[in-house]
C-alpha cells in the first residue's frame, strides 16, 4: 500500500508524552554533562583529533531510544553525524520535497550558529559550504545532502557535496577547484578522521583553520558507544536508569556469557547504522568466538516495542530525537521488521509521531 519513498513509512506511531518528557530529560543532562569540566578530564580514551577544545558544537545529533513494556526510557545510542531527517519530514502529512519550513530555518540558524561561534563573530557567514562523505552520490542517503544543499543556497551560501578526495590544500586552508572552503558539513563515517582518505581533513581540524560539523569532538563526548558504559555505571541515578547496562566483551568471562547471550546485543565500538550488530539470540558460536574482546560491546538487550498497522502486522519500533545542543529539531518513529533497525523493510521506514 505504501506509495512513498522507501525509508518512510505510511503509518503513524502513539508516544506517551511523559516518554517524550524523559527522552528530553536525557538529551538536556547529556549535552550538559558533555559542557562539565570535570567529566571531560575523565576520559581519557579519547584520541588526538577528538582532544582539541573549540567553542562550537555538533549540527544533527541523533538520540535513539526504545520503549520497553513498562513503558520506560531507554536510551540504544548516540549519533553525531544523524541522517534520515529529510525522511522524517517525508512522514509528515502533506509531505514536500524538502525540509518543512519551520525546520529549514531551525536547521540554517544551527549551521550559521556553529560558523559564528567558531569565529567567535555573531556576524559571521560561510561563503562556500562542503558536504563531504565517501563517494555521496552512492550513498543512500544522497537525496538528503542535496536537501541541505539546497537549503544552503536558498540562503546565498554556496554548497558543494564532495568526497574527502576532492578536496586540496593550501596554506593549512581547504579548497575545492580552487575556491576556499570555510564549512565542512561532515556525512562521513570516519568519526575521528583516522582513515587515510580523511588525512587532509585531519589536518585542518588539527589546524582549527575550517569549521567542521559535527565534528570528531563531540563525537568522543557524547556518540562513541563507550560512553554508554560510563553513563551506566558512574551517573546520578536518573541518568543512568536510562542506559542499558553496557560493558566490554574483555570484561566477561566469555563461557558464561555466552550462556546468557539471549540477554545481551553485541557491537563494535565504532559502529554506525546498525553494521556488525548481533542480537544475541541469534548469534552463532563461530561468531561469538570471533568478536574481538577490545573493540565489542555487550549491551543490555531492551526489545523495541511494537506497532500494529491497521492491517495488523507488526513493526519493531524505535524513536529517533534530532537534536542541536539542547534544542530539540524533531521527533520521528522507525518502523521495521528484522533483528536490527533499518530502512529497508516494506511498508517500515521513518514514522510521525502522534503524542498521547
Request: net charge neutral.
Amino acid at each position: 500500500m505504501n506509495s512513498l519513498p522507501l525509508g518512510v513509512s505510511p503509518y503513524s506511531v502513539n508516544l506517551p508524552l511523559h516518554a517524550l518528557k524523559k527522552m528530553i530529560r536525557v538529551v538536556r543532562d547529556l549535552q550538559a554533562l558533555s559542557e562539565q569540566t570535570s567529566y571531560i578530564q575523565q576520559l581519557d580514551d579519547l584520541p588526538p583529533s577528538a582532544q582539541l577544545s573549540i567553542s562550537h558544537f555538533s549540527v544533527m545529533m541523533g538520540y535513539d531510544f526504545h520503549l520497553t513494556e513498562e513503558q520506560q526510557v531507554k536510551l540504544i545510542e548516540v549519533n553525531t553525524n544523524t541522517g534520515g531527517l529529510g525522511f522524517a519530514c517525508q512522514s509528515l502529512p502533506n509531505p514536500t520535497p524538502l525540509f518543512t519550513d519551520k525546520i529549514a530555518q531551525k536547521l540554517l540558524a544551527n549551521f550559521l550558529n556553529e560558523y559564528r561561534l567558531f569565529h567567535q563573530d555573531n556576524t559571521a557567514t560561510p561563503k562556500l559550504i562542503a558536504i563531504i562523505d565517501e563517494q555521496p552520490e552512492r550513498q543512500f542517503l544522497y537525496a538528503e545532502m542535496q536537501q541541505f544543499q539546497q537549503l544552503f543556497e536558498q540562503a546565498g551560501i554556496k554548497t558543494v557535496i564532495i568526497d574527502p578526495s576532492d578536496l586540496t590544500s593550501q596554506a593549512g586552508q581547504l579548497y575545492f577547484e580552487n575556491q576556499h572552503i570555510d564549512l565542512i558539513y561532515n556525512r562521513h563515517c570516519d568519526f575521528y578522521f583516522d582513515s587515510p582518505d580523511m588525512q587532509i581533513v585531519n589536518q585542518a581540524w588539527q589546524q582549527q583553520s575550517v569549521c567542521i560539523t559535527p565534528n570528531p569532538r563531540h563525537y568522543g563526548l557524547l556518540a562513541d558507544k563507550r560512553r554508554i558504559i560510563d553513563w551506566s555505571t558512574h551517573y546520578a541515578a536518573d541518568l543512568h536508569n536510562t542506559m542499558p547496562n553496557t560493558s566490554l566483551l574483555a570484561s566477561h568471562d566469555k563461557d558464561t556469557l555466552w550462556k546468557t547471550k539471549k540477554q545481551w546485543v553485541f557491537k563494535p565500538i565504532n559502529s554506525y547504522a546498525s553494521r556488525g550488530v548481533y542480537v544475541g539470540e541469534k548469534l552463532t558460536k563461530t561468531k561469538f568466538n570471533s568478536l574481538d574482546p577490545d573493540t565489542t560491546l555487550v549491551q543490555q538487550r531492551i526489545k523495541p516495542s511494537i506497532t500494529l498497522s491497521p492491517e495488523g502486522e507488526k513493526f519493531k519500533t524505535d524513536f529517533r530525537l534530532f537534536v542541536y545542543r539542547d534544542q530539540i529539531l524533531a521527533v520521528t518513529a522507525r518502523l521495521y521488521q528484522g533483528q536490527v533497525t533499518n530502512l529497508r523493510t516494506p511498508n517500515g521506514g521513518f514514522s510521525r509521531i502522534k503524542i498521547i
